[in-house]
């Protein structure tokens, strides 16, 4: 057993952040892991919603190479073609007009707080700006990312956080527009909640929050850093409401695992500039060649139409199970990014189902979420439904 060996070397260096299942993978393929003693492990985690394109697409990785060999940094103090091409792409496939690229999620969420924040101040020249953001929502873990996520565990020992952040409920439009006032610069929100629970926003609650933003000149903040990039079944989830924000922010998947996200805005949300905002690797020639590869397969290779096709497979197999087991209260979400609540915590569930060699994640307490690569067929769901349904027969 390497796996042993590993894991107690790791856990005398690394930072004790994150109770790790006791797996150490080593490669890929496909939509399958191996880990170090060679078990197979079918994914329908995807490293967090991250792999979209599964293992070791050949496109993909021949771009990788040959970028590596030509160039990988140079700082945004110039030009580099890769960033150009992925922003083109990025531009073209989100109807957005500008991109900035991060190195995560959670700096995409920043740079949209600060767009925010500078276009209220270019607004009106006060600096008391307010932000509405969600109950149960995930935006990330630096400082302002951290302020408007809604889950008071992981903000408790590290306020004070930014002011000016208030909280509505997710799904009740009435409870947004209570909170709107003449300092609102900002309404920050996931099309598709995730790490919250697998939540979908419901189409009047979008659109009345999109409405709400035009009727008081409010931008609105989509995340889209989970359910973006094909995961919903559309490019964006909020395309698929109709709904375009004035900031939407992306990452996972837009790498296909390299570390890049980025914040897009309209042209009338451009309003950083020069000085205003920077990074030093943020959008490099290296990673924004994945990006660019990531975007060019998901045409060539008719991802969309694979989630929308075995999404709804998975869909009618997980309706199945929530039918049989009593245990299984709800079932919702969209695409390739769906959900099972449990009336009590799946983690036993979760654990069985790895142990039979099928790799699954859960959100917030009660919930199972499937979130495989893209790219995953019929048999893949069947092969996971067996291995869920005896890790619950089992529990
Ligand atoms: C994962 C996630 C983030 C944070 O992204 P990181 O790359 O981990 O910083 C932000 N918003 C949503 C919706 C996410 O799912």
């Keep these: 057993m390497k796996a042993e060996t590993y894991m107690k070397r790791g856990e005398q260096v690394l930072l004790h952040t994150y109770n790790r299942t006791p797996i150490v993978f080593e490669r890929g393929e496909g939509v399958y892991l191996y880990d170090v003693d060679g078990k197979k492990y079918l994914d329908f985690a995807a490293g967090i919603a991250v792999m979209g394109l599964g293992y070791g697409n050949p496109k993909f990785e021949s771009a990788l190479k040959a970028q590596v ?22 531009v073209k496939v989100s109807g957005m007009d500008r991109v900035f690229f991060t190195n995560s999620g959670t700096e995409a969420i920043e ?8 276009y209220a101040a270019k607004k009106d020249g006060r600096k008391d700006h307010e932000i509405i953001a969600m109950d149960h929502s995930f935006h990330g873990r ?42 609102t610069c900002a309404i920050v929100l996931e099309s598709i909640q995730g790490e919250g629970g697998v939540y979908p926003a419901k189409k009047e609650f979008l659109q009345g929050v999109r409405r709400l933003c035009d009727e008081k000149d409010i931008l609105l903040i989509l995340d889209e850093i989970q359910c973006g990039m094909g995961r ?74 694979n989630v929308n096709r075995v999404g709804a497979y998975l869909w009618d197999k997980l309706e199945e199970v929530k039918g049989k087991y009593p245990v299984v209260k709800d079932h919702r979400g969209a695409g390739l990014l769906q959900g099972l609540e449990f009336t009590k915590a799946p983690g036993d569930i979760a654990r069985a189902a790895i142990e039979k060699g099928v790799i699954l994640i859960t959100a917030e307490q009660n919930v199972l979420r499937f979130v495989p690569p893209l790219i995953i067929k019929e048999e893949h769901v069947d092969e996971m439904i067996a291995a869920l349904v005896a890790a619950i027969e089992e529990n």
């Design 111 to 118: 740079g949209a707080i600060k767009t925010a924040r500078k």
């Design 69 to 90: 060999e030509k160039l990988t940094h140079t700082s945004n103090l110039y030009y580099n073609v890769p960033a150009i091409e992925a922003a083109e792409k990025l």
């Design 142 to 183: 630096s400082m302002g990312a951290l302020s408007v996520t809604g889950n008071p565990h992981y903000q408790e020992d590290f306020k004070p956080l930014l002011s000016g952040i208030r909280f509505a409920q997710y799904n009740n439009l009435e409870s947004v527009k209570a909170l709107v006032n003449e300092k």
């Design 232 to 305: 919903s079944g559309s490019m964006f989830a909020c395309q698929g409401y109709g709904v375009k924000p004035d900031v939407m922010t992306v990452a996972k998947a837009l790498g296909n695992g390299l570390p890049i996200g980025a914040f897009l805005t309209t042209e009338k949300a451009a309003v950083l500039v020069p000085g205003d905002h920077g990074t030093t690797y943020g959008g490099n020639p290296l990673v924004c060649a994945g990006a660019s590869a990531v975007l060019d397969i998901f045409e060539e290779e008719h991802i969309l139409e």
